[in-house]
C-alpha cells in the first residue's frame, strides 16, 4: 500500500472535520458506496480536450482565422458547418483540423455533421471524427474528409454512428475543462 500525499491527508482530514461538526449520524453502506464514488470519480485523472479530439482553439481563434464574426461563427456551428465543443465553463473549443489552410472550413464538414444533429453530445462527435476507423482504412474521418475521399463512404460511418448513439443511454464523457488550447 502506498503512501496518502499531503493532498490526500488534506482531504481525509477535510472530511473529518465536516463529520465532527455534525450530529451522529449513521454512515450507512450505501452512503459509503455514494462517497467512495464521488471521491473516486473526484480524483481520477480526467483526459484533456485536445487528448479526445485533438488540438483545439477557442472563437477568438476561429474568428481571427475565417475573418467573419462571433455571430457568423456561431450560425456556422448552429447550421452544422463548423464543429464547437462547449466546455462545462460555457467555453466553446473548436477542432482545428476542420480549419483549412486557405482560411476556410472543411467543405464537406456539414454532410457528415449533420448526421448527428440531436442524436448525440458534440463532444462525442468530436471524438468519432478523431479516432481511426477500420472502415476508413484505419483513417480517422477528419483525414478522411482532408484528403478528399469519398464522401458516401465516411457519410455512411456518421449515420452508422449516430444510430448505434441515439440507443445508447447519453454518457457524456468527461474532460479536464481546464484545456490548454493551441491556435492553428
Known amino acids: 500500500m502506498r503512501r496518502l500525499t499531503t493532498s490526500e491527508l488534506d482531504l481525509l482530514d477535510a472530511i473529518k472535520r465536516q463529520l465532527a461538526t455534525r450530529p451522529s449520524s449513521v454512515v450507512t453502506p450505501e452512503i459509503l458506496d455514494q462517497a467512495s464514488h464521488l471521491v473516486r470519480s473526484m480524483t481520477d485523472p480526467r483526459p484533456q480536450l485536445s487528448e479526445l479530439v485533438g488540438p483545439v482553439c477557442t472563437t477568438a481563434d476561429v474568428v481571427d482565422w475565417l475573418g467573419i464574426s462571433r455571430q457568423g461563427i456561431n450560425k456556422a456551428v448552429r447550421e452544422d458547418r463548423?464543429?464547437?465543443?462547449?466546455?462545462?465553463?460555457?467555453?466553446?473549443?473548436?477542432?482545428?483540423?476542420?480549419?483549412?489552410?486557405?482560411?476556410?472550413?472543411?467543405?464537406?464538414?456539414?454532410?457528415?455533421?449533420?448526421?448527428?444533429?440531436?442524436?448525440?453530445?458534440?463532444?462525442?462527435?468530436?471524438?468519432?471524427?478523431?479516432?481511426?476507423?477500420?472502415?476508413?482504412e484505419g483513417m480517422s474521418p477528419a483525414q478522411w474528409m482532408l484528403d478528399g475521399l469519398d464522401l458516401h463512404t465516411v457519410v455512411g460511418e456518421a449515420e452508422s454512428f449516430a444510430r448505434s448513439q441515439s440507443r445508447r443511454p447519453s454518457d457524456q464523457p468527461l474532460y479536464d475543462p481546464e484545456i490548454a488550447t493551441s491556435a492553428r
Not at 476556410?104 to 442524436?119: A, H, I, N
Open 82 to 136: 463548423i464543429l464547437a465543443i462547449q466546455s462545462p465553463s460555457t467555453t466553446w473549443f473548436y477542432p482545428t483540423w476542420q480549419l483549412m489552410d486557405d482560411h476556410s472550413v472543411v467543405p464537406t464538414l456539414s454532410s457528415v455533421l449533420g448526421r448527428f444533429t440531436g442524436r448525440m453530445d458534440r463532444l462525442v462527435a468530436a471524438q468519432w471524427f478523431h479516432d481511426a476507423l477500420p472502415a476508413l
